[in-house]
């Protein structure tokens, strides 16, 4: 075979496509790896997820109806977390707020309302199609429902009222609650051999007070506990505040004041940890300062805050 040569410009021309794909492999690696603070954060607490989209100049991240301004922490205690500036008309808002006499309810946003006429399941029935319910208290009271049903073979509940509850003469709940207008809250009565009668929490239908925690609900009025909350006992008043406060109240035996008393002894950095179904939580509350109050939340997006209508946020986390 003829020997073959090698031209002096073709080994210059090699050399320097080598080293241009070198600079270019370097530049899409740094650019890979490189922070980005310039995130828009979409967290769902439901799902335990986060989306990131590349945005302006500020992580921002959504809160309810509102979109909060987030600003990145410093540290390694503090690796995986973000701040937000909460305005202070969220303290009458959340899962856990305290509506009384003494603490008025905020505004109602129907944006997370359901009609149970049309979201309910076959194991209860309504007194009016046009009820109107939370959609995460209407899911968990429907899977309630249908749980109590497979339990007792009985389907004889009646939703008497949520946000609007009947107390004029002849009713079955005869008292109203100004935290029914948060619409988490479900009023009960029972179908009884072709009548509608009151709901006592006795017999096999006190299989529902014994297990609403699970769902997420609460006898927002529990027996021996007037002291605190102001009310009589009212068995057909449930309240849903999530699962994970239910059943911390209902191992601790708490009414909702007192578990607010509780939670005031846990911040950012003594969170109360909590194990439900394999899943880790942190909660922990921060004192209002205010018109704007910095809360420190995971940047991941598993999370919820309440506020307790009065001075505190509480939030309650996912710890990875």
Known sequence: MANK????????FAMGMIVGMGF???SARRDLFKPNSNLVVSGNFKSGSAQYVEGSTESRQELGNEVQTATA???VQNLGYTELSIPSSRLSAGALTIVDERHPAGELSMSGMVSLGDAKNEYYTLMSNDTMLDQDAAEAWNKLMEDYSTATGLSDFI???TTNTYTGDGSLCPQSFLESSMGNCVDV????YGSVISYDGADVEGWVLQNCAKYGFIVRYPQG???KTSKEYCPWH???VGSVHAAIMAEKGFCLEEYHDFLKNYTFDNAFTYNLNGVNYEIYSVASQGDSTPVRVPISGDYTISGNNSDRYIITAIKR
């Open 5 to 12: 040569r090698l031209r002096p410009g073709r080994v210059i």
């Open 24 to 26: 270019v492999l370097d």
């Open 73 to 75: 922490f410093k540290g």
């Open 159 to 161: 939703v008497y009222g």
């Open 189 to 192: 009565a029972l179908n009884g």
């Open 225 to 227: 506990k007037t002291e």
């Open 238 to 240: 449930l309240r849903y």
